[in-house]
């Protein structure tokens, strides 16, 4: 088998530990704490409302959420919904996000794969649905090119993750073994040392040079290349087609039942945002900016948000295949239990949403709802 296929799998296969560790991940550089926002938009003067008075939607202050920052920000959403208010609250961590998704906080919210899958799995499939996708990419390795010139360089060097079993982390500590390395995963000591550090540090400790380079979402990854790093690996050029679920969209199922036209309506204002993002990408950009700075209090800068805009693409498919891979390699790899993942997608309202404006239904990799 080529080593590159093997990478890919073990990478793959290192995404999903954090359903062992149930770590966190941070939003990243620029984020804010978990908080309801309570954001409420204006329902629309004249718009009808749907069977529900509002929908209370939840994400991450971070660009790999861009969909929603957006959404929110130019009443996108709104305008779908019409008489029906939306409200918003925002976290740091996948799991945050779904205790509030099962307490009836949130109805509907926008996550990254392990937390679905572990929110789904822990509740045996009774808790929530993936109901479509929103963003891919946005990984990085960065590292000090003084010090580190080439992937056989990192032997012997501190390199910084987000947290330990974090997907970060993980991905990391798999890439490390399929070189051939050895690094004790709980210590992170090794060939190479693993140095657990949270994004709104990692920039402090890599201009200090107490670590040599992060394997890091965005935006971190471009704040580190600001300070005089270099992008060595983009994890996106290790999977194929070089996309994979970063971003999904869940309802809890109680919702789904009961208010379909919302969970409908909030899906086309997504597909709508898109599909603005895609055809005003400057404009898109200055508009999450915008987001991240009224919940964070501090937005971006240019040599920040314009490398990391581009490495992340926003979409509508849940790329439901590479969501099935990362399970199916991290059981073959021996990091979790089978999970059944059956039921876990819903994806007919997004279908007949695409459908109707004319765009290509999307597959949920026989993952789906029977």
């Known amino acids: 088998m080529p080593a590159s296929s093997t990478l890919r799998r073990s990478l793959v296969a290192a995404a999903t530990l954090p359903l062992l560790f149930g770590a966190l991940a941070a939003c990243g550089y620029g984020s804010s704490a978990d908080k309801d926002d309570t954001a409420k938009a204006t329902p629309a003067a004249n718009g009808k409302k749907l069977?529900?008075?509002?929908?209370?939607?939840?994400?991450?202050?971070?660009?790999?959420?861009a969909t929603p920052l957006i959404g929110v920000q130019e009443g996108l959403f709104q305008k779908?919904?019409?008489?029906?208010?939306?409200?918003?609250?925002?976290?740091?961590?996948?799991?945050?996000?779904?205790?509030?998704?099962?307490?009836?906080?949130?109805?509907?919210?926008?996550?990254?794969?392990s937390p679905a899958i572990n929110g789904f799995t822990k509740s045996k499939g009774q808790s929530l649905r993936i109901i479509g996708g929103s963003a891919s990419g946005g990984v990085k390795l960065v590292v000090n090119p003084s010090k580190v010139k080439s992937l056989?360089?990192?032997?012997?060097?501190?390199?910084?993750?987000?947290?330990l079993g974090n997907t970060q982390d993980v991905a990391f500590l798999n890439w490390i073994a399929e070189k051939g390395w050895k690094v004790d995963a709980?210590?992170?000591?090794?060939?190479?040392?693993?140095?657990?550090?949270?994004n709104k540090i990692t920039p402090d400790a890599f201009k200090s040079g107490s670590v040599d380079g992060a394997w890091v979402p965005e935006p971190t990854a471009s704040k580190l290349v600001s300070e005089g790093g270099k992008v060595l690996l983009d994890e996106s050029d290790l999977w194929p087609d070089k996309q994979f679920v970063i971003t999904n969209i869940i309802v809890s199922q109680?919702?789904?039942?009961?208010?379909?036209?919302?969970?409908e309506a909030v899906l086309r204002g997504s597909v709508k945002t898109n599909e603005w993002i895609g055809s005003h990408p400057d404009q898109a950009k200055a508009s999450a900016n915008a987001a991240l700075k009224k919940l964070s209090g501090k937005a971006l800068p240019a040599d920040i948000?314009?490398?990391?805009?581009?490495?992340?693409?926003?979409?509508?498919?849940?790329?439901?295949?590479t969501l099935q891979a990362q399970a199916d390699h991290a059981v073959k790899a021996g990091l979790l239990k089978q999970p059944d993942l059956k039921g876990i997608y819903d994806l007919a309202p997004l279908n007949k949403v695409l459908k109707s404006l004319g765009k290509p239904e999307v597959a949920d990799a026989?993952?789906?709802v029977k």
């Open 51 to 65: 069977s529900a008075d509002s929908v209370k939607i939840g994400y991450f202050p971070n660009l790999t959420h």
């Open 186 to 198: 709980q210590s992170g000591k090794g060939d190479v040392n693993v140095v657990r550090t949270d």
């Open 152 to 163: 056989d360089d990192l032997k012997g060097k501190n390199i910084a993750t987000p947290q």
């Open 80 to 113: 779908e919904l019409g008489g029906t208010a939306v409200k918003t609250a925002t976290f740091n961590a996948g799991p945050s996000e779904i205790e509030a998704l099962n307490a009836g906080s949130i109805d509907i919210g926008w996550i990254g794969p």
């Open 366 to 368: 026989g993952l789906g």
């Open 305 to 321: 948000i314009d490398p990391a805009w581009t490495s992340i693409k926003t979409l509508d498919d849940p790329l439901a295949a």
């Open 254 to 263: 109680k919702f789904l039942k009961e208010h379909p036209d919302v969970v």
